[in-house]
């Protein structure tokens, strides 16, 4: 299996927008709901946010969504915060297998 | 609140086995309904899983390392283990061990908790 494939870096100011894409295959993210999105401050352990596409854990902001179309999945953080900082990986679970994504660096400015 | 946390060496030899114990508390891995799964991050790098365990004994491997993991559980104790035999540089990383859960699909399909992470680092 292949890695996802994510924007290496994006970058947003506070208050804004910003949304992070991870493609992959019809085997993977466009062929099942079970992609989950995890963020990652440094030196600390990844941390869900999203699972099943669109699914948030209790206790994570509403700030925080997730969507899908066709082969790749989005997550959208709305209202930056400066704690919003952090490396953000996508993942997709299939065939009892799981594939994570590259990871893109966000930078709030 | 479920807490998993790693334990074993920080330095492993080329050629020997890297050795590793998670131990989770909060929750019993013998009451099932969950995966215990372990997951790598090389310096600098992204996430790389490696394998996962059922309480009663089954487990599955990334193909890319099959032929060098074996995962076991010691439900008794509470804990699961990670082997990874003929370790190279390569094998330096972040070593995570994680519950996998279920949502609305009910299908084992997330990783919800997650340990702090060990340091490994293969060297001579």
């Known amino acids: 299996q292949s890695a996802l494939t994510q924007p290496a870096s994006v970058s947003g100011s506070p208050g804004q927008s910003i949304t992070i894409s991870c493609t992959g295959t019809?085997?993977?993210?466009?062929?099942?709901?079970?992609v989950s999105w995890y963020q990652q401050h440094p030196g600390k352990a990844p941390k869900l946010m999203i699972y099943e596409v669109s699914n948030r854990p209790s206790g994570v902001s509403n700030r925080f969504s997730g969507s899908k179309s066709g082969n790749t999945a989005s997550l959208t953080i709305s209202g930056l915060q400066a704690e919003d900082e952090a490396d953000y990986y996508c993942?997709?679970?299939?065939?009892?297998?799981?594939?994570f994504g590259g990871g893109t660096k966000l930078t709030v400015l | 609140q479920v807490q998993l946390q790693e334990s074993g060496p920080g330095l492993v030899k080329p050629s020997q086995t890297l050795s590793l114990t998670c131990t989770v508390s909060g929750g019993s891995i013998s009451s099932g309904g969950y995966y215990w799964s372990w997951i790598r991050q090389h310096p600098g790098k992204g996430l790389e899983w490696i394998g996962y365990i059922y309480y009663s004994g089954s487990t599955y491997y990334n193909p890319s390392l099959k032929s060098r993991v074996t995962i076991s559980v010691d439900t008794s104790k509470n804990q699961f283990s990670l082997k990874l035999s003929s370790v190279t540089a390569a094998d330096t990383a972040v070593y995570y061990c994680?519950?996998?859960?279920?949502?609305?699909?009910?299908?084992?399909?997330?990783?919800?908790?997650w340990g702090q992470g060990t340091l490994v680092t293969v060297s001579s």
């Open positions: 993942s997709s679970y299939t065939s009892s297998a799981w594939v």
């Open positions: 019809s085997s993977d993210v466009g062929g099942y709901n079970y």
């Open positions: 994680a519950r996998v859960g279920s949502g609305y699909y009910f299908s084992l399909n997330y990783f919800d908790y």
